[in-house]
């Protein structure tokens, strides 16, 4: 069984460009979270989604920052016009959704904004 | 300060010893879980403890729970090199709900 997939596991992007980072949950898993971790830090809440919705996200910045789970595929945080500000590593975690508590993390993609 | 502070920042510890932690969160939670991080690495999830229980063990772990105190310890025995890695506790308020962190524990096992 697999584990959460993210890709890619670096990214470089210029500033003003465009960042896309995806997660393939545990195989059964519908739930995705999206977590943001600056350097030396713990890390912090961005958004929580279930197929097809998302649940909350209120860690998300209200502009730039988007995030989708369809109904098929990998959830997607889609990061535009980055800002040097925006470099960190993010990770996605899942969860059955049947009532567990305990959520599963990626390997992280490492966000770098030149 | 935020919830599920650790304590300490960092331990330095040589291979045989103790490593024990502590964390503090502010608001009622459901559990609270505990997981690793090795230096530029995903996340390990640990053990997980819920909010009726005061006490669990997984292998060289040991993690306690106060609830009273809004507290928990994480102790790791007879630890080893491989054991060197940031601990981070999180605070959860339900299944199904967000992980609340806390600025973890970098822990140096010396051989």
């Known amino acids: 069984n697999a584990g959460v997939m993210q890709n890619p596991r670096h990214l470089v992007r210029r500033r003003g460009q465009e960042a896309r980072l995806r997660c393939s949950p545990m195989?059964?898993?519908?739930?995705v979270y999206w977590y943001r971790q600056l350097p030396e830090e713990g890390l912090k809440f961005m958004v929580y989604?279930?197929?097809?919705?998302?649940?909350?996200e209120s860690g998300m910045p209200k502009e730039r920052f988007s995030a989708e789970f369809p109904k098929e595929g990998p959830s997607i945080l889609r990061i535009q016009q980055v800002v040097r500000g925006d470099s960190a590593a993010y990770f996605c975690?899942?969860?059955?959704?049947?009532?567990?508590?305990?959520?599963?993390f990626g390997p992280g993609t490492r966000l770098l904004v030149l | 300060s935020q919830q599920g502070e650790e304590d300490p920042q960092a331990l330095s510890i040589q291979e045989g010893e103790n490593a024990t932690m502590n964390c503090s969160y502010k608001?009622?939670?459901?559990?609270l879980q505990w997981y690793r991080q090795n230096s530029g690495r995903g996340l390990v999830h640990l053990i997980l403890i819920r909010s009726n229980e005061r006490e669990k063990h997984s292998g060289r772990l040991r993690v306690t729970l106060d609830t009273s105190k809004k507290s928990s310890s994480l102790l790791i025995t007879a630890s080893r090199a491989a054991d060197t890695a940031s601990y981070f506790c999180a605070t959860g308020k339900a299944a199904g709900n967000k992980l609340t962190f806390g600025g973890g524990t970098r822990v140096l096992v010396k051989p």
């Open positions: 975690a899942s969860q059955t959704g049947q009532g567990e508590e305990t959520q599963y």
């Open positions: 195989k059964g898993h519908s739930h």
């Open positions: 608001t009622s939670i459901n559990n």
């Open positions: 989604l279930q197929k097809e919705n998302i649940i909350d």
